[in-house]
């Protein structure tokens, strides 16, 4: 009869251990951080030119460096969560068509993630002229409405 009790005993607390790990181990996920900012940090060519951009408006790059080359890089640090189908790159204005530009990369900042770096590939015969004005426009994904950022002073030599 000792020997059931403490079989039965310890089978009940294997038991709880087990139900309890399922319970602790189980993550519950926020809603995704509203996009509250976001900025060109770095602007780069083919040839491995790159500036970075100024950390105050208005956001530019060293105006002593052409960037030559097929293509235009921007890398794009976005504090919090854009709805990615919704963010464009435009040239001359926030309400200009949208570029056409291939993503190369996005990183995660932080973990949990708090935000993102993308960088995007813009083919330079998009441009209209050797002096671009760049606006990146979009919508955060969990509210919060729209958010823009411009560059600036990009030399580009077609």
């Given amino acids: 009869m000792k020997k059931m009790f403490s079989i039965f005993t310890t089978t009940l607390f294997l038991m709880g251990i087990f139900i309890l790990s399922g319970t602790i181990s189980t993550s519950f996920a926020g809603p995704a951080p509203k996009l509250t900012n976001m900025r060109v940090v770095e602007v780069g060519d083919d040839l491995g030119n790159t500036s970075p951009v100024d950390n105050n408006y208005p956001y530019s790059v060293n105006p002593n460096i052409t960037f030559k080359g097929n293509t235009l890089y921007l890398k794009t640090k976005f504090t ?6 919704t963010v464009f ?4 204005s926030a ?7 291939t993503t190369v990369s996005r990183d995660m900042i932080g973990n949990p993630a708090t935000g993102w770096y993308q960088t995007v590939a813009i083919p330079f015969n998009q441009f209209s002229g050797s002096y671009p004005i760049i606006y990146v426009t979009a919508f955060s994904a969990n509210g919060g409405g729209s958010k823009y ?5 990009i030399h580009i030599q077609k």
């Fill in 80 to 85: 919090g969560y854009p709805n990615w189908a």
């Fill in 95 to 101: 309400s200009a068509p949208a570029l056409k530009c």
């Fill in 149 to 153: 950022t411009v560059v600036s002073n």
């Fill in 89 to 92: 790159y435009r040239e001359g």
